[in-house]
């Protein structure tokens, strides 16, 4: 899909998430279209989850965003917050035809994935075929996993994907079945990583026994699904807080574990975003809804975000950033929330690829190799030193 084309679906999905949240104020249904998820296979798949318009305006819109530093502007410009270290990676994307997404995390490594399903380490081709993948967000023993034609693939520390299939690997709760059927949604916290089919049932490949205490009744039909582990920071410290909820193709919430309540309470989501301490609901009306272990200091700046399309959250390394929260809204402006621990005050900004605001420090590439960097009053100004 050319970035036009691809600009034209992302205005036209914002448009209906607002005219739909208008029309469920009345009664009306959110389900929309042929609702079903993009799956290999699912136009031959009558038990595909139907997901409402306004859930896939925000899984459209998400491309934009990754669970690190950097965004993905339409015309295939790059922006990453902090200095000009990420120039070899973030530069090297940049200038990939039809990139679709970045994959990127807390660790040094970082992906780009094209309209044409190729997965690339900077400028090297590492897969084909390839509809999904996700990085871990912590930067010891990096891992992550791809999916290959409905095969999940082990991504190594080293930018390799495995040539063997670990879709065993991942697990149902509590019924113990594997990976089966149309992978079409991942999300990682930490090294636990969650994968949905196309049916809405979720599996799983996580560390922590934790997680089998939890109760997963009405994680059915599934359309989101993520992870919350925060970890003490304490010396031998172990889990602090531990929630897993869902988003089902009609908007309805599942939630369970420490913060299961609060979400229950947010109503029908659009979207959600959750990594360490960061829980964000996104209602169907570009509106915020913030609980977890960081809202005591982040809440009131992320609940005052409006017009919110799509929304991430996850971990970055390097440049005072960590545990990070990131939006974009339907007038393409993205915007985030740094905090790196509960005793320190969060850092945010807003940018887009016309102006930086805020004063926050970020670098552009541009698709024809151009490096710029903000000053003092906010513009972007090419680097000519190389």
């Not at 934009?64 to 339409?74: G, I, V």
């Not at 891992?143 to 991942?170: K, L, M, P, Q, T």
């Not at 994680?219 to 869902?246: C, N, R, W």
């Not at 989501?269 to 990594?275: F, Q």
Request: net charge negative; aromatic share 10%; charged share 20%.
């Amino acid at each position: 899909m050319s970035m036009i084309k691809r600009l034209i679906s992302l205005v036209l999905a914002v448009l209906t998430v607002f005219a739909l949240a208008a029309c469920g104020s009345a009664g009306g249904t959110t389900d929309g279209g042929d609702g079903k998820q993009d799956g290999k296979n699912d136009k031959n798949n009558k038990n595909a989850v139907v997901i409402s318009d306004p859930i896939k305006a925000a899984m459209e819109a998400n491309n934009a965003l990754t669970m690190s530093n950097y965004f993905l502007c339409e015309d295939g410009t790059v922006i990453s917050i902090g200095g000009g270290s990420e120039k070899r990676q973030a530069g090297a994307y940049a200038q990939l035809p039809n990139v679709r997404k970045l994959i990127k995390a807390a660790g040094l490594s970082s992906f780009a994935l094209t309209d044409n399903n190729e997965l690339y380490y900077e400028n090297r081709k590492t897969a084909d075929n390839v509809s999904l993948a996700a990085y871990c967000t912590t930067n010891s023993n990096v891992e992550g996993f791809c999916v290959i034609d409905n095969d999940i693939r082990r991504i190594d520390s080293y930018a390799n994907v495995s040539e063997r299939s670990y879709s065993s690997e991942f697990k149902n709760f509590p019924s113990g079945e594997t990976a089966s059927g149309d992978i079409v949604f991942i999300e990682v916290d930490k090294h636990d990583f969650i994968v949905l089919n196309s049916e809405g049932k979720f599996f799983t490949n996580w560390s922590s026994e934790e997680y089998t205490q939890l109760d997963y009744t009405g994680f059915e039909d599934l359309a989101i699904v993520d992870i919350a582990k925060y970890m003490s920071t304490k010396l031998g410290g172990g889990i602090e807080s531990l929630t897993v909820a869902g988003v089902k193709g009609d908007g309805t919430v599942v939630a369970t574990g420490t913060y299961a309540a609060d979400i229950l309470s947010w109503g029908k989501l659009a979207d959600l975003a959750m990594c360490d301490g960061i829980i964000v609901g996104l209602t169907v009306d570009g509106k915020l809804k913030m609980t977890g272990d960081y809202a005591p200091k982040m809440k009131d700046i992320i609940e005052g975000w409006t017009n919110i399309v799509a929304i991430e959250a996850g971990h970055a390394t390097g440049g005072n950033i960590d545990h990070i929260f990131t939006a974009v809204d339907s007038n393409g402006v993205f915007y985030f929330a740094n905090i790196m621990n509960l005793f320190n005050e969060p850092q945010t900004g807003t940018f887009s690829a016309d102006k930086v605001n805020d004063g926050c420090t970020c670098r552009k590439y541009t698709p024809d190799g151009k490096e710029y960097y903000t000053t003092y009053e906010g513009n972007w100004e090419e680097n000519i030193d190389g």
